[in-house]
């Protein structure tokens, strides 16, 4: 029910836009989060969206990385910026019952985008 675009391969200091499409009906109801899993490192949250639209991101990602979504659709996605080599890995969308901030229990799961950052 997810399906994720974007990502690749990018130098040090760039940028990239990941997307997520869901054809879930009442998407917007529920919030949405980006996560990322490092190689050799447990998946983590990088950003979640609620219902409302508000945002909350891990400390690590805070002023770099912006979670938004796509009222007028249904696409979320993750401009990730200024781009260094610990920020490659595999980034995944998820949705979860959850209404508003803070979200949790995400149970349904996008297929993964491969980001690389060469330096």
């Known amino acids: 029910q997810l399906a994720q675009s974007g990502g690749g391969s990018v130098q040090a200091g760039g940028s990239l836009r990941l997307s997520c499409t869901t054809s879930?009906?009442?998407?917007?109801?529920?919030?949405m989060g980006w996560f990322r899993q490092s190689p050799g490192k447990e998946r983590e949250e990088i950003a979640s969206?609620?219902?409302?639209?508000?945002?909350r991101y891990s400390d690590s990602f805070k002023g770099r990385f912006i979670i938004r979504k796509d009222s007028a659709g249904n696409t979320l996605f993750l401009e990730a910026n200024t781009l260094r080599s610990d920020d490659t890995g595999m980034y995944y969308c998820?949705?979860?019952?959850?209404?508003?901030?803070?979200?949790?229990?995400?149970?349904?799961w996008g297929q993964g985008t491969q980001v690389t950052v060469s330096s």
């Open positions: 998820a949705t979860s019952p959850a209404t508003y901030l803070p979200c949790g229990g995400y149970n349904n």
């Open positions: 879930a009906p009442g998407w917007r109801n529920y919030c």
């Open positions: 969206i609620d219902s409302i639209g508000r945002t």
